[in-house]
Protein backbone atom coordinates (compact mmCIF):
# COMPACT_ATOMS: atom_id res chain seq x y z
CA UNK A 1 0.00 0.00 0.00
CA UNK A 2 1.29 3.96 -0.82
CA UNK A 3 2.04 5.88 2.19
CA UNK A 4 -1.14 7.48 3.63
CA UNK A 5 -1.02 11.09 4.25
CA UNK A 6 -1.30 12.15 8.07
CA UNK A 7 -4.82 13.75 8.68
CA UNK A 8 -5.93 15.13 12.03
CA UNK A 9 -8.77 13.41 13.66
CA UNK A 10 -10.76 11.45 11.36
CA UNK A 11 -8.26 9.16 10.36
CA UNK A 12 -5.30 7.64 11.01
CA UNK A 13 -1.81 7.75 9.24
CA UNK A 14 -0.69 4.19 9.85
CA UNK A 15 -4.14 2.13 9.67
CA UNK A 16 -6.61 1.02 7.34
CA UNK A 17 -9.60 -0.60 6.62
CA UNK A 18 -10.96 -3.47 5.07
CA UNK A 19 -11.35 -1.68 1.38
CA UNK A 20 -7.85 -0.36 1.77
CA UNK A 21 -8.76 3.17 3.25
CA UNK A 22 -7.46 4.96 5.50
CA UNK A 23 -9.02 3.98 8.62
CA UNK A 24 -11.80 6.24 10.49
CA UNK A 25 -11.27 6.94 14.35
CA UNK A 26 -15.19 6.56 14.01
CA UNK A 27 -16.31 3.55 11.96
CA UNK A 28 -13.20 1.47 13.07
CA UNK A 29 -10.85 -0.09 15.78
CA UNK A 30 -11.99 0.53 19.24
CA UNK A 31 -13.93 -1.61 21.82
CA UNK A 32 -16.42 -3.12 19.30
CA UNK A 33 -14.11 -5.00 17.39
CA UNK A 34 -11.55 -5.76 20.16
CA UNK A 35 -14.40 -7.57 21.75
CA UNK A 36 -15.44 -9.70 18.85
CA UNK A 37 -11.36 -10.24 19.01
CA UNK A 38 -12.13 -11.49 22.79
CA UNK A 39 -14.56 -13.27 21.80
CA UNK A 40 -12.58 -15.25 19.69
CA UNK A 41 -9.34 -15.83 21.94
CA UNK A 42 -12.10 -17.05 24.37
CA UNK A 43 -13.73 -19.94 22.20
CA UNK A 44 -9.71 -20.88 21.42
CA UNK A 45 -8.51 -21.54 24.80
CA UNK A 46 -11.98 -23.44 25.84
CA UNK A 47 -10.96 -25.93 22.57
CA UNK A 48 -7.26 -25.98 23.21
CA UNK A 49 -7.76 -26.64 26.99
CA UNK A 50 -10.28 -28.74 26.47
CA UNK A 51 -8.66 -30.88 24.69
CA UNK A 52 -5.43 -30.71 26.37
CA UNK A 53 -6.29 -31.42 29.97
CA UNK A 54 -8.11 -34.14 29.32
CA UNK A 55 -5.88 -36.29 26.73
CA UNK A 56 -3.89 -38.44 28.75
CA UNK A 57 -7.17 -40.19 29.90
CA UNK A 58 -8.43 -40.38 26.52
CA UNK A 59 -4.83 -41.99 25.63
CA UNK A 60 -4.98 -44.37 28.25
CA UNK A 61 -8.27 -45.55 28.69
CA UNK A 62 -9.17 -45.25 25.40
CA UNK A 63 -6.71 -45.30 22.94
CA UNK A 64 -4.90 -47.97 25.44
CA UNK A 65 -1.26 -46.32 25.16
CA UNK A 66 1.25 -46.63 28.15
CA UNK A 67 1.47 -43.82 30.35
CA UNK A 68 4.93 -42.79 29.40
CA UNK A 69 3.93 -42.90 26.33
CA UNK A 70 0.42 -41.03 26.88
CA UNK A 71 2.44 -37.99 29.14
CA UNK A 72 4.76 -37.79 25.78
CA UNK A 73 1.91 -37.43 23.56
CA UNK A 74 0.64 -34.75 25.39
CA UNK A 75 3.79 -32.95 25.85
CA UNK A 76 4.66 -33.00 22.55
CA UNK A 77 1.17 -31.57 21.22
CA UNK A 78 1.60 -28.56 23.43
CA UNK A 79 4.99 -28.17 22.61
CA UNK A 80 4.20 -28.25 19.48
CA UNK A 81 1.25 -25.82 19.23
CA UNK A 82 3.07 -22.77 20.99
CA UNK A 83 6.85 -23.81 19.16
CA UNK A 84 4.29 -22.86 15.63
CA UNK A 85 3.36 -19.61 17.26
CA UNK A 86 6.65 -18.32 16.21
CA UNK A 87 5.72 -19.71 12.45
CA UNK A 88 3.15 -18.21 12.50
CA UNK A 89 4.15 -14.96 13.70
CA UNK A 90 6.20 -15.37 10.85
CA UNK A 91 3.78 -15.52 8.24
CA UNK A 92 1.71 -13.00 9.76
CA UNK A 93 4.37 -9.90 10.13
CA UNK A 94 5.94 -11.26 6.61
CA UNK A 95 3.20 -12.15 4.56
CA UNK A 96 -0.75 -12.78 4.99
CA UNK A 97 -0.98 -9.96 8.49
CA UNK A 98 -2.70 -10.92 11.66
CA UNK A 99 -6.22 -10.59 10.12
CA UNK A 100 -5.29 -13.70 7.16
CA UNK A 101 -3.56 -15.35 9.68
CA UNK A 102 -6.12 -15.48 12.48
CA UNK A 103 -8.90 -16.51 9.66
CA UNK A 104 -6.57 -19.06 7.85
CA UNK A 105 -5.06 -21.13 11.41
CA UNK A 106 -8.54 -21.04 12.87
CA UNK A 107 -10.09 -23.09 10.04
CA UNK A 108 -7.55 -25.49 10.27
CA UNK A 109 -7.79 -25.61 14.07
CA UNK A 110 -11.19 -26.25 13.41
CA UNK A 111 -10.59 -28.79 10.53
CA UNK A 112 -8.39 -30.72 13.46
CA UNK A 113 -10.92 -30.82 16.39
CA UNK A 114 -13.62 -32.09 13.70
CA UNK A 115 -11.28 -34.73 12.70
CA UNK A 116 -11.21 -35.53 16.31
CA UNK A 117 -14.09 -35.69 16.57
CA UNK A 118 -15.29 -38.11 13.88
CA UNK A 119 -12.09 -39.98 15.43
CA UNK A 120 -14.24 -40.53 18.55
CA UNK A 121 -17.56 -41.10 17.17
CA UNK A 122 -16.35 -44.46 14.46
CA UNK A 123 -15.62 -47.55 16.02
CA UNK A 124 -13.18 -48.55 13.63
CA UNK A 125 -10.96 -45.11 14.42
CA UNK A 126 -10.41 -46.77 18.40
CA UNK A 127 -9.34 -49.98 19.25
CA UNK A 128 -12.03 -52.44 21.27
CA UNK A 129 -13.28 -52.06 25.19
CA UNK A 130 -11.50 -53.81 27.48
CA UNK A 131 -13.22 -56.78 28.53
CA UNK A 132 -13.98 -57.37 32.43
CA UNK A 133 -10.66 -58.56 34.38
CA UNK A 134 -8.65 -57.81 31.32
CA UNK A 135 -7.01 -54.58 31.77
CA UNK A 136 -3.43 -55.61 31.38
CA UNK A 137 -4.17 -57.22 28.18
CA UNK A 138 -6.08 -54.90 26.02
CA UNK A 139 -5.52 -54.35 22.36
CA UNK A 140 -3.83 -50.84 22.20
CA UNK A 141 -4.56 -48.47 19.19
CA UNK A 142 -3.35 -49.61 15.65
CA UNK A 143 -1.09 -47.60 13.31
CA UNK A 144 -4.22 -46.20 11.39
CA UNK A 145 -5.95 -45.40 14.41
CA UNK A 146 -2.87 -43.53 16.09
CA UNK A 147 -2.50 -42.07 12.61
CA UNK A 148 -6.00 -40.57 12.60
CA UNK A 149 -5.49 -39.56 16.38
CA UNK A 150 -2.35 -37.74 15.25
CA UNK A 151 -3.36 -35.76 12.27
CA UNK A 152 -6.27 -34.60 14.37
CA UNK A 153 -4.19 -33.49 16.88
CA UNK A 154 -1.47 -32.03 14.98
CA UNK A 155 -3.99 -30.01 12.75
CA UNK A 156 -4.82 -28.84 16.08
CA UNK A 157 -1.70 -27.84 17.32
CA UNK A 158 -0.68 -26.03 14.07
CA UNK A 159 -4.46 -23.71 13.89
CA UNK A 160 -3.70 -22.93 17.85
CA UNK A 161 -0.22 -21.86 17.10
CA UNK A 162 -0.73 -19.83 14.02
CA UNK A 163 -3.85 -18.21 16.16
CA UNK A 164 -2.48 -17.71 19.17
CA UNK A 165 0.70 -15.62 17.28
CA UNK A 166 -1.45 -13.04 16.20
CA UNK A 167 -4.72 -12.49 18.54
CA UNK A 168 -3.30 -10.17 20.94
CA UNK A 169 -1.37 -8.35 18.43
CA UNK A 170 -4.32 -7.93 16.13
CA UNK A 171 -6.69 -6.51 19.18
CA UNK A 172 -3.90 -4.09 20.10
CA UNK A 173 -3.99 -3.02 16.38
CA UNK A 174 -7.57 -2.03 16.99
CA UNK A 175 -6.24 1.19 19.17
CA UNK A 176 -4.52 3.89 18.72
CA UNK A 177 -0.89 4.26 20.37
CA UNK A 178 -0.53 8.07 19.79
CA UNK A 179 -3.53 8.52 21.20
CA UNK A 180 -3.89 9.32 24.74
CA UNK A 181 -7.75 7.80 25.45
CA UNK A 182 -6.73 4.89 22.58
CA UNK A 183 -3.39 4.14 24.78
CA UNK A 184 -5.65 3.58 28.00
CA UNK A 185 -8.00 1.60 26.26
CA UNK A 186 -4.91 -0.79 24.98
CA UNK A 187 -4.04 -1.33 28.40
CA UNK A 188 -7.49 -2.25 29.45
CA UNK A 189 -8.06 -4.49 26.35
CA UNK A 190 -4.35 -6.65 27.55
CA UNK A 191 -6.48 -6.77 30.97
CA UNK A 192 -9.24 -7.80 29.39
CA UNK A 193 -7.79 -10.64 27.28
CA UNK A 194 -6.25 -12.35 30.19
CA UNK A 195 -9.71 -12.38 31.86
CA UNK A 196 -11.33 -13.95 28.75
CA UNK A 197 -8.42 -16.55 28.73
CA UNK A 198 -9.19 -17.26 32.10
CA UNK A 199 -12.34 -17.57 31.59
CA UNK A 200 -12.17 -19.91 28.63
CA UNK A 201 -9.65 -22.41 31.03
CA UNK A 202 -12.39 -22.62 33.55
CA UNK A 203 -15.22 -23.59 31.50
CA UNK A 204 -12.59 -26.03 29.85
CA UNK A 205 -11.39 -27.51 33.26
CA UNK A 206 -15.21 -27.95 35.10
CA UNK A 207 -18.00 -27.74 32.43
CA UNK A 208 -16.14 -29.50 29.49
CA UNK A 209 -13.96 -32.35 31.18
CA UNK A 210 -17.18 -33.40 33.03
CA UNK A 211 -18.87 -33.45 29.66
CA UNK A 212 -15.99 -35.74 28.23
CA UNK A 213 -16.01 -37.86 31.29
CA UNK A 214 -19.85 -38.38 31.83
CA UNK A 215 -21.36 -37.89 28.42
CA UNK A 216 -18.37 -39.30 26.13
CA UNK A 217 -15.84 -37.64 24.31
CA UNK A 218 -17.97 -37.27 21.06
CA UNK A 219 -19.91 -34.83 23.40
CA UNK A 220 -16.61 -33.06 24.61
CA UNK A 221 -14.74 -32.72 21.24
CA UNK A 222 -18.26 -31.96 19.62
CA UNK A 223 -18.09 -28.87 21.43
CA UNK A 224 -15.02 -27.66 21.00
CA UNK A 225 -15.48 -28.27 17.11
CA UNK A 226 -18.81 -26.15 17.81
CA UNK A 227 -16.96 -23.65 19.75
CA UNK A 228 -14.26 -22.79 17.68
CA UNK A 229 -16.59 -22.62 14.27
CA UNK A 230 -18.65 -19.70 16.44
CA UNK A 231 -15.22 -17.86 17.87
CA UNK A 232 -14.02 -17.83 13.51
CA UNK A 233 -17.83 -16.79 12.74
CA UNK A 234 -17.86 -13.93 15.80
CA UNK A 235 -14.32 -13.01 14.20
CA UNK A 236 -14.89 -12.49 10.55
CA UNK A 237 -18.33 -10.59 11.17
CA UNK A 238 -16.04 -7.69 12.56
CA UNK A 239 -14.35 -7.72 8.89
CA UNK A 240 -15.70 -4.63 8.02
CA UNK A 241 -14.70 -2.92 11.84
CA UNK A 242 -11.56 -3.78 12.03
CA UNK A 243 -7.83 -1.22 11.87
CA UNK A 244 -5.46 -3.13 9.58
CA UNK A 245 -1.58 -2.60 10.06
CA UNK A 246 1.01 -2.86 7.48
CA UNK A 247 3.41 -5.73 7.72
CA UNK A 248 6.73 -4.48 9.18
CA UNK A 249 8.32 -8.23 8.04
CA UNK A 250 9.67 -10.36 10.91
CA UNK A 251 12.36 -9.49 13.52
CA UNK A 252 13.72 -13.06 12.98
CA UNK A 253 14.66 -11.66 9.46
CA UNK A 254 16.52 -8.59 10.96
CA UNK A 255 18.34 -11.11 13.35
CA UNK A 256 19.41 -13.71 10.48
CA UNK A 257 20.92 -10.89 8.48
CA UNK A 258 22.66 -9.45 11.17
CA UNK A 259 24.48 -12.62 11.23
CA UNK A 260 24.92 -13.24 7.57
CA UNK A 261 26.37 -9.78 6.93
CA UNK A 262 28.86 -10.46 10.24
CA UNK A 263 29.55 -14.03 8.74
CA UNK A 264 30.14 -12.65 5.21
CA UNK A 265 33.05 -10.10 6.85
CA UNK A 266 34.48 -12.51 9.42
CA UNK A 267 37.80 -11.84 8.14
CA UNK A 268 37.60 -7.97 7.92
CA UNK A 269 38.97 -5.78 10.53
CA UNK A 270 37.36 -3.99 12.46
CA UNK A 271 38.01 0.43 12.40
CA UNK A 272 39.22 2.25 15.33
CA UNK A 273 36.42 5.01 14.88
CA UNK A 274 33.06 3.50 15.46
CA UNK A 275 31.98 6.64 13.36
CA UNK A 276 33.01 5.01 10.36
CA UNK A 277 30.48 1.85 10.51
CA UNK A 278 27.45 2.00 8.85
CA UNK A 279 24.40 3.34 11.92
CA UNK A 280 20.79 5.07 11.17
CA UNK A 281 22.44 7.97 10.32
CA UNK A 282 24.11 7.27 7.05
CA UNK A 283 20.76 5.67 5.70
CA UNK A 284 19.55 8.38 2.84
CA UNK A 285 16.15 10.16 3.29
CA UNK A 286 14.37 8.75 0.57
CA UNK A 287 14.96 4.73 1.49
CA UNK A 288 14.08 5.18 5.21
CA UNK A 289 10.46 4.51 6.16
CA UNK A 290 10.77 5.65 9.51
CA UNK A 291 14.41 6.01 11.59
CA UNK A 292 15.03 4.06 14.45
CA UNK A 293 16.06 5.50 17.78
CA UNK A 294 20.26 5.53 17.46
CA UNK A 295 21.36 3.27 20.27
CA UNK A 296 25.25 3.90 21.68
CA UNK A 297 27.62 0.95 20.59
CA UNK A 298 28.44 -1.78 23.05
CA UNK A 299 31.52 -4.05 23.65
CA UNK A 300 29.93 -7.31 24.26
CA UNK A 301 29.73 -9.58 20.98
CA UNK A 302 31.99 -7.43 18.84
CA UNK A 303 32.04 -10.11 16.18
CA UNK A 304 28.65 -8.92 15.00
CA UNK A 305 29.64 -5.14 14.53
CA UNK A 306 31.98 -6.54 11.48
CA UNK A 307 28.05 -6.39 10.05
CA UNK A 308 28.28 -2.65 9.74
CA UNK A 309 31.69 -2.31 8.30
CA UNK A 310 31.42 -0.54 5.11
CA UNK A 311 32.47 -2.61 2.18
CA UNK A 312 33.61 -0.40 -1.40
CA UNK A 313 30.72 -1.12 -3.50
CA UNK A 314 28.41 -0.22 -0.53
CA UNK A 315 30.34 3.12 0.23
CA UNK A 316 30.93 4.53 -2.98
CA UNK A 317 27.35 6.61 -3.51
CA UNK A 318 25.48 7.87 0.06
CA UNK A 319 21.90 7.03 -2.42
CA UNK A 320 22.98 3.54 -2.68
CA UNK A 321 20.64 0.20 -2.63
CA UNK A 322 21.28 -1.09 0.61
CA UNK A 323 21.43 -5.27 0.88
CA UNK A 324 19.75 -6.23 4.01
CA UNK A 325 22.42 -9.63 3.59
CA UNK A 326 25.69 -7.61 3.60
CA UNK A 327 25.23 -4.44 5.55
CA UNK A 328 24.00 -3.74 8.82
CA UNK A 329 23.35 -0.43 10.92
CA UNK A 330 25.10 -0.40 14.37
CA UNK A 331 21.72 0.02 15.87
CA UNK A 332 20.43 -3.17 13.96
CA UNK A 333 23.20 -4.78 15.62
CA UNK A 334 22.57 -3.40 18.89
CA UNK A 335 18.81 -4.75 18.76
CA UNK A 336 20.63 -8.06 18.16
CA UNK A 337 22.46 -7.77 21.08
CA UNK A 338 19.89 -6.98 23.87
CA UNK A 339 18.11 -10.54 21.99
CA UNK A 340 21.52 -12.14 22.98
CA UNK A 341 21.91 -10.67 26.53
CA UNK A 342 18.27 -11.88 27.26
CA UNK A 343 19.21 -15.85 26.04
CA UNK A 344 20.53 -16.79 29.79
CA UNK A 345 17.34 -16.00 31.54
CA UNK A 346 15.41 -17.25 28.62
CA UNK A 347 17.11 -20.76 29.12
CA UNK A 348 16.67 -20.98 32.94
CA UNK A 349 12.87 -20.66 32.49
CA UNK A 350 12.12 -23.24 30.16
CA UNK A 351 12.67 -25.73 33.27
CA UNK A 352 9.31 -23.78 34.97
CA UNK A 353 7.19 -25.63 31.84
CA UNK A 354 8.70 -28.82 31.97
CA UNK A 355 7.33 -28.87 35.47
CA UNK A 356 3.91 -27.38 34.50
CA UNK A 357 4.01 -30.01 31.98
CA UNK A 358 3.71 -32.58 34.82
CA UNK A 359 0.04 -31.07 35.55
CA UNK A 360 -1.65 -32.00 32.69
CA UNK A 361 0.02 -35.65 32.25
CA UNK A 362 1.12 -37.58 35.52
CA UNK A 363 -0.81 -35.13 37.92
CA UNK A 364 -3.63 -36.20 36.02
CA UNK A 365 -2.94 -40.12 35.92
CA UNK A 366 -2.46 -39.47 39.85
CA UNK A 367 -5.80 -38.21 40.20
CA UNK A 368 -7.34 -41.02 38.57
CA UNK A 369 -6.38 -43.94 40.84
CA UNK A 370 -7.86 -41.52 43.84
CA UNK A 371 -10.88 -41.23 45.91
CA UNK A 372 -12.32 -38.43 43.52
CA UNK A 373 -15.84 -38.49 45.16
CA UNK A 374 -17.77 -35.39 47.22
CA UNK A 375 -20.55 -36.76 49.22
CA UNK A 376 -22.15 -39.83 48.18
CA UNK A 377 -22.35 -39.40 44.48
CA UNK A 378 -20.61 -36.82 42.98
CA UNK A 379 -17.38 -38.11 41.30
CA UNK A 380 -14.71 -35.12 40.30
CA UNK A 381 -13.19 -35.65 36.85
CA UNK A 382 -9.72 -36.34 36.88
CA UNK A 383 -8.80 -33.53 34.75
CA UNK A 384 -10.82 -30.72 36.34
CA UNK A 385 -8.26 -30.75 39.04
CA UNK A 386 -6.66 -28.32 36.84
CA UNK A 387 -9.27 -25.95 38.61
CA UNK A 388 -7.25 -25.78 41.75
CA UNK A 389 -4.26 -24.90 39.03
CA UNK A 390 -6.78 -21.93 37.23
CA UNK A 391 -7.95 -20.38 41.16
CA UNK A 392 -4.71 -20.02 42.69
CA UNK A 393 -3.53 -18.02 39.61
CA UNK A 394 -6.70 -16.08 39.84
CA UNK A 395 -6.07 -15.91 43.57
CA UNK A 396 -2.19 -15.35 43.46
CA UNK A 397 -2.70 -12.45 41.44
CA UNK A 398 -5.61 -10.18 43.38
CA UNK A 399 -2.78 -11.24 46.66
CA UNK A 400 0.16 -9.83 44.83
CA UNK A 401 -1.04 -6.99 44.19
CA UNK A 402 -2.63 -5.87 47.27
CA UNK A 403 -0.03 -7.47 49.78
CA UNK A 404 2.81 -8.61 48.44
CA UNK A 405 3.72 -5.39 45.94
CA UNK A 406 2.82 -2.88 49.10
CA UNK A 407 5.50 -4.58 51.32
CA UNK A 408 7.85 -5.17 48.88
CA UNK A 409 7.96 -1.44 47.96
CA UNK A 410 8.84 -0.92 51.68
CA UNK A 411 11.43 -3.37 51.89
CA UNK A 412 13.01 -3.23 48.19
CA UNK A 413 12.72 0.62 47.69
CA UNK A 414 11.28 -0.42 44.24
CA UNK A 415 8.13 1.73 43.03
CA UNK A 416 7.10 -2.01 41.07
CA UNK A 417 7.35 -4.04 44.09
CA UNK A 418 9.27 -6.87 42.02
CA UNK A 419 10.98 -6.48 39.26
CA UNK A 420 10.40 -9.05 36.59
CA UNK A 421 13.52 -10.78 37.12
CA UNK A 422 12.43 -11.20 40.89
CA UNK A 423 8.98 -12.57 39.93
CA UNK A 424 10.28 -14.96 37.71
CA UNK A 425 12.39 -16.43 40.59
CA UNK A 426 9.93 -16.47 42.59
CA UNK A 427 8.20 -18.74 40.13
CA UNK A 428 10.86 -20.55 39.96
CA UNK A 429 11.28 -21.12 43.90
CA UNK A 430 7.31 -22.34 44.29
CA UNK A 431 7.86 -24.90 40.82
CA UNK A 432 10.49 -26.61 43.53
CA UNK A 433 7.87 -26.95 45.98
CA UNK A 434 5.26 -28.32 44.15
CA UNK A 435 7.77 -31.15 43.03
CA UNK A 436 8.86 -31.66 46.77
CA UNK A 437 5.04 -31.74 47.25
CA UNK A 438 4.00 -34.46 44.22
CA UNK A 439 7.15 -36.67 45.23
CA UNK A 440 5.36 -36.57 49.07
CA UNK A 441 1.82 -37.44 47.79
CA UNK A 442 2.60 -39.76 45.47
CA UNK A 443 4.92 -41.96 48.21
CA UNK A 444 1.52 -41.61 50.40
CA UNK A 445 -0.64 -42.83 47.82
CA UNK A 446 1.43 -45.91 46.97
CA UNK A 447 1.36 -46.85 51.35
CA UNK A 448 -2.43 -46.29 51.08
CA UNK A 449 -1.64 -48.89 47.50
CA UNK A 450 0.30 -51.32 49.36
CA UNK A 451 -1.90 -51.24 52.70
CA UNK A 452 -5.25 -51.90 51.05
CA UNK A 453 -3.43 -54.67 48.64
CA UNK A 454 -4.31 -52.90 45.56
CA UNK A 455 -0.83 -52.59 43.80
CA UNK A 456 -1.56 -55.07 41.07
CA UNK A 457 -4.78 -53.72 40.30
CA UNK A 458 -4.51 -50.59 37.88
CA UNK A 459 -7.98 -49.52 37.90
CA UNK A 460 -8.33 -49.64 41.70
CA UNK A 461 -9.41 -46.37 43.72
CA UNK A 462 -7.17 -46.16 46.32
CA UNK A 463 -9.02 -44.72 49.58
CA UNK A 464 -6.95 -42.02 49.41
CA UNK A 465 -8.58 -38.46 49.00
CA UNK A 466 -7.89 -37.04 46.00
CA UNK A 467 -7.23 -33.43 47.23
CA UNK A 468 -4.22 -34.07 48.54
CA UNK A 469 -3.05 -33.26 45.34
CA UNK A 470 -4.49 -30.21 45.59
CA UNK A 471 -0.70 -28.05 47.19
CA UNK A 472 1.14 -29.68 43.74
CA UNK A 473 -1.39 -27.72 41.35
CA UNK A 474 -1.41 -24.88 44.33
CA UNK A 475 2.35 -24.11 43.63
CA UNK A 476 2.67 -24.78 39.87
CA UNK A 477 -0.52 -22.07 39.63
CA UNK A 478 1.27 -19.77 41.96
CA UNK A 479 4.20 -20.44 40.14
CA UNK A 480 2.89 -19.76 37.05
CA UNK A 481 1.23 -15.96 38.14
CA UNK A 482 4.52 -14.96 39.28
CA UNK A 483 6.53 -16.71 36.11
CA UNK A 484 4.03 -15.72 33.26
CA UNK A 485 3.81 -12.47 34.29
CA UNK A 486 7.31 -11.82 34.84
CA UNK A 487 8.89 -13.30 31.69
CA UNK A 488 6.00 -10.67 29.64
CA UNK A 489 6.87 -7.97 31.70
CA UNK A 490 10.77 -8.82 31.10
CA UNK A 491 10.40 -9.83 27.67
CA UNK A 492 8.24 -6.98 26.65
CA UNK A 493 10.17 -4.29 28.57
CA UNK A 494 13.87 -5.11 27.35
CA UNK A 495 12.97 -6.60 23.49
CA UNK A 496 13.93 -3.87 21.31
CA UNK A 497 11.66 -1.06 20.40
CA UNK A 498 11.68 -2.72 16.72
CA UNK A 499 11.29 -6.01 17.37
CA UNK A 500 8.54 -5.80 19.93
CA UNK A 501 6.78 -9.20 18.29
CA UNK A 502 10.24 -11.11 19.99
CA UNK A 503 8.66 -10.31 23.07
CA UNK A 504 5.91 -13.05 22.81
CA UNK A 505 7.88 -15.28 20.54
CA UNK A 506 10.56 -15.62 23.15
CA UNK A 507 7.98 -16.09 25.93
CA UNK A 508 6.19 -18.71 24.04
CA UNK A 509 9.32 -20.79 22.94
CA UNK A 510 10.09 -21.12 26.65
CA UNK A 511 6.62 -22.92 26.57
CA UNK A 512 7.39 -25.03 24.09
CA UNK A 513 11.00 -26.19 24.86
CA UNK A 514 9.53 -26.94 28.57
CA UNK A 515 6.80 -29.14 26.97
CA UNK A 516 9.37 -30.83 24.59
CA UNK A 517 12.20 -31.44 27.69
CA UNK A 518 9.80 -33.09 29.35
CA UNK A 519 8.60 -35.30 26.68
CA UNK A 520 12.67 -35.57 26.41
CA UNK A 521 13.08 -36.38 30.28
CA UNK A 522 10.37 -39.15 30.08
CA UNK A 523 11.95 -41.03 27.27
CA UNK A 524 15.03 -41.08 28.71
CA UNK A 525 13.49 -42.25 32.37
CA UNK A 526 11.63 -44.68 30.79
CA UNK A 527 14.69 -46.38 28.40
CA UNK A 528 16.73 -46.24 31.67
CA UNK A 529 14.79 -47.70 34.22
CA UNK A 530 11.92 -49.54 31.94
CA UNK A 531 13.48 -52.65 31.73
CA UNK A 532 14.04 -52.85 35.66
CA UNK A 533 12.10 -50.90 38.39
CA UNK A 534 10.08 -48.79 36.05
CA UNK A 535 9.72 -45.35 37.24
CA UNK A 536 6.84 -44.14 35.19
CA UNK A 537 5.08 -47.82 34.98
CA UNK A 538 1.78 -48.18 33.20
CA UNK A 539 0.60 -49.27 36.21
CA UNK A 540 1.39 -46.63 38.63
CA UNK A 541 0.52 -48.43 41.70
CA UNK A 542 4.12 -50.93 40.67
CA UNK A 543 6.30 -47.15 39.19
CA UNK A 544 8.58 -44.74 41.10
CA UNK A 545 6.43 -42.09 40.20
CA UNK A 546 7.79 -40.13 43.15
CA UNK A 547 11.53 -40.32 41.85
CA UNK A 548 10.78 -38.90 39.05
CA UNK A 549 9.22 -35.72 40.84
CA UNK A 550 12.20 -36.29 42.96
CA UNK A 551 14.81 -35.53 39.44
CA UNK A 552 12.50 -32.81 38.38
CA UNK A 553 12.85 -31.09 41.99
CA UNK A 554 16.46 -31.35 41.83
CA UNK A 555 16.85 -30.39 38.38
CA UNK A 556 14.80 -27.12 39.21
CA UNK A 557 17.14 -26.45 42.40
CA UNK A 558 20.33 -26.79 39.99
CA UNK A 559 18.46 -24.45 37.25
CA UNK A 560 16.91 -22.04 40.21
CA UNK A 561 21.44 -21.66 40.90
CA UNK A 562 22.16 -21.14 37.27
CA UNK A 563 19.14 -18.15 37.10
CA UNK A 564 20.42 -16.13 39.89
CA UNK A 565 23.94 -16.47 38.78
CA UNK A 566 22.38 -14.93 35.01
CA UNK A 567 19.68 -12.55 36.92
CA UNK A 568 22.65 -11.02 38.86
CA UNK A 569 24.72 -10.52 35.48
CA UNK A 570 21.47 -8.87 33.84
CA UNK A 571 21.72 -5.52 33.79
CA UNK A 572 17.81 -3.57 32.81
CA UNK A 573 17.96 -1.96 29.64
CA UNK A 574 16.64 1.41 30.80
CA UNK A 575 19.78 1.58 33.37
CA UNK A 576 22.50 0.56 31.46
CA UNK A 577 21.19 3.07 28.37
CA UNK A 578 20.65 5.90 31.27
CA UNK A 579 24.32 5.15 31.55
CA UNK A 580 24.89 6.34 28.76
CA UNK A 581 22.71 9.20 29.10
CA UNK A 582 19.70 8.02 26.73
CA UNK A 583 16.63 8.35 27.35
CA UNK A 584 13.77 6.04 25.41
CA UNK A 585 11.53 6.96 23.11
CA UNK A 586 9.16 4.61 24.27
CA UNK A 587 5.94 3.83 25.68
CA UNK A 588 6.03 0.26 27.42
CA UNK A 589 2.66 -1.42 27.47
CA UNK A 590 1.99 -4.22 30.17
CA UNK A 591 0.47 -7.01 28.40
CA UNK A 592 -1.27 -8.69 31.70
Known amino acids: MTTVPETEGKTLPDAWDYQGQPADRSTTGGWTSATMILGGEACERLTTLGIAVNLVTYLTGTMHLGNATSANTVTNFLGTSFMLCLLGGFVADTFLGRYLTIAIFATVQATGVTILTISTVVPSLRPPKCTAGSDTHCIPASGKQLMVLYMALYLTALGTGGLKSSVSGFGSDQFDDSNKVERKQMTNFFNWFFFFISIGSLAAVTILVYIEDNLGRQWGYGICACAIVIGLVVFLSGTRRYRFKKLVGSPLTQIAAVFVAAWKKRKMELPSDLSLLYNVDDIDDGQKKKQKQKLPHSKQFCFLDKAAIKIPESASSTTMIINKWSLSTLTDIEEVKMIIRMLPIWATTILFWTVYAQMTTFSVSQATSMDRKIGSSFQIPPASLTVFFVGSILLTVPVYDRIIVPVARKLLKNPQGLTPLQRIGVGLVLSIFAMVAAALTELKRLRAARSHGLTDDPTAEIPLSVFWLVPQFFF ?62 DNLNQGKLYDFYWLLAILSALNMLIYLVCAKWYVYKDKRLAEEGIELEEVEICAH
Do not use: N
Request: net charge positive; with cysteine; proline share 3%.
Open 476 to 537: VGSGEAFTYIGQLDFFLRECPKGMKTMSTGLFLSTLSLGFFFSSLLVTIVHKVTGDRKPWLA
